[in-house]
């Protein structure tokens, strides 16, 4: 009798169980998982939002999903979009490295954590949006996990996109196909299709549809400033948060004649003869050629559909979608491009071949009398133009609340790992709350930082305000005051930090 009560138990609670991880959406039924820990969270990996963009699809538009019968397992991540190898190099530990197989053009897929147990809750809904050049990335690298998100009370949400010659290659062929007479940008597209499918069906998830905030970091951060910018995105997001990088640097950005040229000397290196028979070939082989540094990277088209022909007057004229934004940069983003040695003479004549009469001004503000000094100047220039200057810009042309930060946190090292400092993209587990994806050796300030950042990350999400109890006062920037929360050791709000450098980067 006892084994028959016990199986009864068993029964109703494995029947519950399962009801909770069933959730109907608009093209059928899905069925995830509890986290193993609290089973607090529900979790979804692996959900398509568009038709797999393989055969004739390939430099497409994502098409809409097909319905299906029965209940899709939604329990394991999805391939990475096809891309070179994943595999650790330089400061990038595997950890931020995406999952090196399987890798497929069939990965228009996201994934869900939620502890929301009805759509009543309409909790904040957080997406995040990978970095990786435009050519790399997945949202199955480890410190993208979202249950420690999930348990601050928002609906995290990571998606895939096409990155590389198959997500950014434009083409007068395709542009001529195209109903909207444009071509590049499907990386784009496909970010508003995730967008649009959650719109649809995140309230199924206890997501509120009405508060959704997209984040990314590096090309993620180039798609959140796309994202900003495109008219097709308007009313799909509501809050942008955009970590190191943006689109106003004008890096990988060109053009759709520009882009065109490259994607037909993509065709003429391939030996093709047409779109057809570059859509027959095989991914891997297409992968490979891309790789010829002749043919340069693909990245962003001013096509004048996803994105304006003219980037910078758009802003300008406030015509993006206005939107509550966080933005900011690492100390380190100014070395992963590339270090240059060059003496202090060089230095010098390269400064007055760039700016003229305004040679004087900039070198009393970036100053350098040693080679080491020379050294770091540059490293500070690279990182305000690539990532200071377009946070700073997107603060001066946003209407509502924009929130700027630096982030120079140093990790604890890593035995038998070299010291990068405070490295590109070493704020993203601080942000998303992942410290223990990330094997290093932490300590309690480590812990104490990563609880800061991310609760500033998810009120933000919540409210439109990084503010809450306890934290440091984080207040708006502007360009008059410049004020910039430093994420450091020591979390302090910074009054008219870097000002002088960002007004004559702007200026000039």
Known sequence: MKKIFFLFLYLVFFASYAQVTVVQLENGKIQGYADSSTRSIRIFKGIPFATPPVGDLRWKAP???????GIKQCNQFAASPMQNKPQPFYCW?????AQPEPLSEDCLYLNVWTTAKSEGQKQPVFVWIYGGGLSSGSANCAIYDGEEMAKKGVVFVSINYRVGVFGFMAHPELTREASYQASGNYGFLDQLAALKWIQKNIAAFG????NV???GQSAGAFSVTALIASPLAKGLFHKAIAQSGGLLSNMLVQGLPEAEGQGVAFMKRANATSLAALRKMPAPELQQISNDQQLGRFGTTLDGYVLPLNLMEHFKRGLQNQTPILTGWVTGDGSFLGNVEMTVDDYKKEVEAKYG????????????STTAEVKAVK???TLLNFAGLPAHLLASFNAMATYLYQFGHVPPDKQGFPNY???HTSEVPFAL???HKWDRPWQKLDRELENVISSYWVNFAKTCNPNGKSLPEWKPYDKHQGNIMLLEDAVQLKPAFMKRELDFLEMN
């Open 357 to 368: 009469s305004n040679a004087k001004a900039y070198l009393k503000i970036f100053p350098a």
């Open 213 to 215: 905030t997209i984040a």
């Open 421 to 423: 400092g405070a490295f």
């Open 207 to 210: 997501g509120d549809p009405n």
């Open 379 to 381: 490293q500070k220039v």
């Open 63 to 69: 098409q809409p999903v097909k319905n299906w019968q």
């Open 93 to 97: 530990s595997e950890e931020f490295i």
């Open 433 to 435: 709350h992942t410290l």
